[in-house]
């Protein structure tokens, strides 16, 4: 019977099955329910979508943090198994808001967008304001240092009050996630207070998406304060240009001051000593490399013998680094490597996949075509990881009947086609995805060696829901639009 599997063999079948599974499954008995209360209570996660309008929402839904902060209020033995909390909302409410931040505009900016949805009114306002009562709350609640991970992922403002009961309740922090609103000026001038994130001294992994000019400082304090056990930073930017403009104006920053390296604490190190030595995870998107200061300092800041997965998304001239990192004397290992640009033909990008051998993962999207024929280059770039080469996006055509064929990528069992970022897998038409299908006899028999699947496609969902969930990185690779809506201010 079920109880008498191996614990081994229990936990991995839990790992399987999806939300709603495992919440059936408690249900079927009280000694599963206990069993089960780990799993299932582990990651707290509060959806601030409107649940009872359209899909285009236009306002945050409050509710779900004032029912799950009234759960919190009344401890039991299941929430005490809560060790990661997260508050989000999905990417459609972020492309209806347009101004998530309810500070609204810059004042004196002469900002020249207008909201279509002038959602942060008296009513928003009220509205952002129980979210955040009932999101310290919740902080507030749980056990001293019982969170490991905390994510505010919903484009609006994370005030300096929520983040210091974090620091007061849960020192011992290891992630750390924030989405924000990089245009939000801030509190006025007389009731704000500076994000402090000094408190967390034990971070493994930052990921900061969207950054406002105020947040700057208290991001390079983070990654300053846990750089000798870092081993994941992701930092979008969003628009890298609009905020070197932004800290020129607002802090008096000179032309030459570079924002990436002055976020990493990079400036004038010395090159025998990395500032990030346990980094093994590193994520940049809208970082302008601009200068060759930028490339090398990143360089000395960072051990990339070491570094097992990197990510450069619409970084301007960041081939630039790629060809010094190519002919550096250091031995790359990278295990997966994500590239993403419109700005140059890619040919720096084939030549540095080219250079080195062991990739797993795969994951590339170029303004034209490396070389002419594209295919035929693609194939050479990647013959050095032929043996090894899992997982492949490549925004350009690609021969399908090659790549699962008996003279293509053995090890390769996915091809995604479409755009499949920020969860829209379900959502948008013509996403699809490539599986492998039996093996080479495949062909000798005449059949064709893969098989088509749409993301729409209900009938058939049995047969590749499976992928969405273990391959997300994988599917979400090279997204084709930004996290949050692109406002435009004049200076």
Aim: negative net charge; contains cysteine.
């Amino acid at each position: 019977m079920f109880w008498e599997l191996p614990q081994e063999v229990f936990d991995m079948i839990v790992r399987h099955l999806a939300g709603n599974d495992l919440d059936a499954l408690s249900r079927v008995s009280r000694s599963l329910h206990a069993a089960l209360a780990a799993t299932i209570w582990t990651g707290i996660h509060v959806d601030l979508d409107g649940s009872d309008g359209p899909i285009y929402g236009s306002r945050l839904h409050c509710g779900n943090v004032t029912r799950c902060a009234n759960i919190f209020r009344r401890p039991s033995a299941a929430t005490r198994h809560a060790t990661r909390l997260t508050f989000r909302c999905g990417f459609d409410s972020f492309r209806s808001w347009k101004a998530p931040c309810p500070h609204g505009p810059r004042p004196g900016t002469g900002a020249s967008w207008q909201p279509a949805v002038r959602w942060w009114d008296e009513r928003g306002q009220r509205c952002f304001n129980t979210v955040i009562v009932g999101a310290t709350s919740i902080v507030k609640s749980l056990g001293e240092n019982q969170l490991h991970a905390f994510s505010w992922d919903i484009g609006a403002c994370v005030t300096s009050e929520l983040i210091e009961e974090l620091g007061r309740q849960h020192l011992h922090l290891q992630s750390l996630q924030l989405a924000t609103d990089y245009k939000c000026p801030g509190a006025p001038e007389d009731e704000r207070r500076m994000i402090d994130l000094s408190p967390f001294q034990h971070l493994r992994r930052i990921c900061w998406t969207a950054p406002a000019p105020h947040h700057i400082q208290a991001l390079a304090d983070a990654i300053q304060n846990n750089r000798h056990h870092l081993e994941e930073l992701d930092l979008d930017l969003h628009d890298g240009v609009y905020l070197e403009a932004a800290m020129a104006e607002e802090y008096g920053w000179v032309d030459d001051r570079d924002i990436l390296i002055d976020i990493l604490s990079a400036r004038n190190r010395p090159s025998s000593q990395p500032v990030f030595p346990s980094l093994r995870v590193l994520r940049l998107r809208s970082a302008p490399f601009d200068s060759e200061s930028t490339s090398q300092g990143l360089y000395r800041a960072i051990d990339f013998g070491a570094l097992e997965s990197l990510s450069l998304l619409d970084c301007r001239r960041s081939e630039q680094f790629l060809a010094m990192l190519r002919e550096s004397p250091t031995r790359i290992n990278l295990k997966s490597l994500e590239i993403q640009t419109s700005t140059h033909t890619g040919a720096e990008v084939g030549r540095f996949v080219g250079s080195f051998e062991g990739l797993v993962d795969l994951f590339m999207s170029v303004g034209v075509s490396i070389l002419r024929p594209p295919q035929e280059d693609l194939w050479h770039c990647l013959s050095s990881h032929r043996a090894t080469l899992k997982r492949l996006v490549y925004h350009k055509t690609i021969l399908l009947d090659w790549v699962f064929g008996p003279e293509g990528i053995a090890s390769l069992e996915v091809v995604a086609v479409g755009d499949f970022a920020h969860g829209r897998n379900g959502t948008y038409l013509h996403n699809i995805f490539v599986c492998r299908r039996g093996d080479s006899s495949c062909w000798e028999s005449g059949c064709r060696a893969y098989e088509v699947f749409d993301a729409r496609d209900t009938e058939h969902k049995h047969e590749w829901a499976a992928l969405v969930h273990p391959h997300r990185s994988f599917l979400e690779a090279c997204p084709g639009g930004s996290f949050l809506p692109q406002k435009r201010y004049a200076f």
